[in-house]
């Protein structure tokens, strides 16, 4: 008996990305630059974030939608640590968000006082890279514990991402890094990507960061 097969994925994928289109349109429209940042858990994203917004605090208003498959800790130390518009974005065991969940979060931080949004995305390195959340701008976040070998194993995100944190420099002595493997590999990716190796604990490298990041929401917002 012959068997009709319906691929659904490029149907879902195709969705979300039309919905993406319309919520940057959006944001561009209401002056709020979103920056979606992923990573493995463990790279020190919440670490980074905190020193990035306590940075430019002075400079834009600024929102965090922290998502996670569940708990707040994240959102607390945010709300602890910084001055950011905070909100907790609970997946129901998702793995990732996509366009639709990242607009729920957005309409639920509101973007009248917000210039510069960012979402922490679920911590793994494959799905939130598939689904296009209608940011402006996609950071990652890699550490040097994790290895220089990701570019090669998990070649998506490093495709999709504009620019490329890679944290932890301070314990390079201590772990098999190559930072030029690395940024041969991930230039293999993506040609255009920004590498900025840093330290979000010493603040080592952070203002090569800081900068490339300003410089991307004024030229969005202008």
């Not at 149907?11 to 919520?23: G, H, M, P, T, V």
């Not at 950011?84 to 609970?90: G, L, N, R, V």
């Not at 957005?106 to 940011?135: K, M, Q, R, S």
């Not at 701008?137 to 890699?142: A, S, W, Y």
Request: contains cysteine; proline residues 4%.
């Amino acid at each position: 008996m012959d068997m009709k097969i319906i691929e659904v994925k490029q149907s879902i994928f195709a969705d979300n990305d039309a919905d993406a289109d319309r919520l940057r349109q959006q944001l561009k429209a209401e002056g709020t630059f979103l920056l979606n940042v992923m990573s493995s858990p463990g790279s020190g994203k919440t670490t980074t974030l905190v020193k990035t917004i306590n940075a430019l605090s002075d400079e834009f208003r600024i929102g965090i939608m922290e998502a996670d498959i569940d708990s707040d800790v994240d959102a607390r130390t945010m709300s602890d640590n910084t001055k950011a518009k905070t909100i907790q974005i609970h997946t129901g065991g998702m793995c990732h968000l996509d366009a639709d969940m990242t607009r729920q979060g957005i309409t639920e931080l509101g973007t009248d006082d917000v210039d510069l949004a960012i979402l922490e995305n679920v911590g793994n390195l494959v799905c939130p890279a598939e689904f296009d959340t209608g940011a402006s701008k996609n950071v990652m976040i890699l550490s040097v514990p994790e290895g220089h070998d990701k570019p090669l194993k998990y070649p998506l995100i490093f495709t999709v991402c504009d620019a490329l944190l890679i944290n932890k420099i301070d314990v390079l002595p201590y772990f098999d890094f190559d930072m030029d493997k690395v940024t041969e590999y991930a230039h293999m990716r993506n040609p255009d990507i920004k590498i900025f190796p840093i330290c979000a604990k010493t603040g080592e490298g952070m203002d090569a960061w800081y900068e490339w990041l300003r410089t991307e929401v004024k030229e969005w917002r202008s």
